[in-house]
């Protein structure tokens, strides 16, 4: 077998199955492309050794990779246009938001220069509520 897993059609792949078997049995090699395993790396696109850790520690780094693709390829498509179309209002609402704030604090610079009495009472009634 001479081509790479990555690049083998399902015709390919029938004919050759029991060779595939042995490659994958006891794999040694982790492909970064395409997250297949062999014994050979030659048989992979971009081989990486696995250590010689505990098939558990195996598990946890690639669920470690899988956590670091993203939550939005686990999401259906609908729930993560939703999500999307929330975020974009909220970061809409908040942009709002700052803007009220900066007119608000212009407005009471305005007022404290005009009568700075007014922006005591006013800070006193604030605090009271």
Sequence with gaps: MAKRLCKLSRNEIATSLGEIERLVAEPQFLCRACARVAADKKSLCKPQAL??????????ALSEIETNTGVASLLPKGS???QQKFHKKLEKVLKKQRKLMKKQQQLEGKVAQ????????????????
């Design 114 to 129: 005009t009568n700075p009495a007014l922006v005591h009472e006013i800070a006193a009634q604030v605090s009271m509520h």
């Design 80 to 82: 993560l246009k939703k």
């Design 51 to 60: 250590s010689a850790k505990s098939p558990a520690a195996n598990i946890s």
